[in-house]
């Protein structure tokens, strides 16, 4: 059977941290939906459309990755009714720093009473991507400060295009 896993976020922008959990999932899946959504509360730089174009090109031609083995999508439902749409068993979810442990402790424990079927996943991020954030990267741009050790070249066009 095929293990299928959804990596769900905003990935407003995508970070060399987000690719540290993507390519760490590949390891253990043999697909990895990675799905982007706007249907937060939070105030996005990216639309919904910018962020797939930026995370396909940031994936497929910046880092090569393989494309048979990813799929990027947009969600605007619950993260266990994703999984049941793309027979995803698995859950990832990537994990900075202790501080992030707590919600997602508690969004896990909630996805699984939604589905006793549907586990997750973390995965921590190398020490060098721990600190990088979406946040900052976006504080960074905005004020012209140098990306390249935390974002793929596509990023860091997208942003200095949206300021």
Excluded: W
Excluded at 66 to 93: E, G, M
């Amino acid at each position: 059977m095929r293990k299928i896993a959804i990596y769900p976020g905003t990935f407003d922008p995508i970070t060399l941290g987000h690719v540290d959990i993507i390519k760490k999932s590949l390891k253990i899946v043999d697909k990895l939906i990675v799905a982007t959504t706007d249907s937060s509360d939070k105030d996005y730089f990216f639309s919904l459309e910018e962020r797939l174009k930026i995370i396909k090109t940031s994936l497929f031609s910046d880092l090569r990755l393989n494309k048979n083995k990813i799929q990027i999508v947009p969600f605007d439902s619950l993260t266990v009714n994703l999984c049941k749409k793309y027979k995803a068993s698995i859950i990832v979810r990537g994990l900075r720093a202790v501080s992030d442990f707590e919600y997602e402790f508690q969004l896990a424990g909630m996805n699984k009473r939604l589905d006793k079927n549907i586990e997750t996943i973390f995965l921590m991020s190398d020490i060098e991507n721990e600190i990088i954030s979406s946040k900052f990267i976006k504080e960074i741009g905005k004020l012209k400060g140098n990306l390249k050790k935390f974002v793929t070249k596509s990023v860091i066009k997208a942003i200095k295009n949206k300021n």
